[in-house]
């Protein structure tokens, strides 16, 4: 296990403010979408990521998601694990996929911090969420697949430039 200040020295590099955009086709139409991600640093040598996504339609109708996780280091190096809700004892834990809701884990490795979902749906169906951030001249490279039953069924790509 590292000691904690090699594991807060790991997230580092990736914190910070970053935006970027990219076009999205669904069906016939082709969506533009402004991503913006923060990440900083937590008091228990974790880190918290917020991410924004904003879609704009052809029809001039836009739609914006926000989503904040914390994340707090494991026994294992370079992974955490989310801190999405407080258990009996009052310590931070991940969220329950079997009652429907992500189990979302984060892990950092050379210059990538990725973080995955898994959903299990009513039926026990599977979907898999991917947000890969690696280290890039000027921001992170962003690779976003979701995976659905094995299958990778949308992959996204986009340069996010640093703001800070």
Do not use: C
């Amino acid at each position: 296990m590292l000691p904690a200040a090699g594991r807060a020295a790991q997230i580092d590099p990736f914190l910070g403010a970053f935006e970027g955009e990219t076009e999205i086709t669904v069906g016939d139409e082709v969506l533009q979408r402004d991503l913006s991600v923060t990440i900083q640093p937590a008091d228990d040598d974790g880190f918290v990521l917020s991410w924004t996504t904003a879609t704009l339609r052809e029809d001039g109708q836009s739609k914006e998601k926000t989503y904040t996780i914390a994340f707090v280091p494991t026994a294992r190096e370079g992974i955490y694990q989310s801190a999405m809700k407080t258990n009996l004892f009052g310590k931070a834990t991940p969220l329950d996929p079997l009652q429907g809701e992500p189990f979302v884990w984060a892990r950092i490795e050379d210059d990538t911090l990725s973080v995955f979902s898994l959903f299990i749906d009513p039926t026990g169906d599977y979907e898999v969420q991917e947000y890969h951030r690696t280290l890039a001249e000027g921001g992170l490279d962003l690779l976003f697949r979701r995976i659905r039953d094995g299958e990778v069924s949308r992959e996204i790509s986009a340069l996010l430039r640093r703001q800070d």
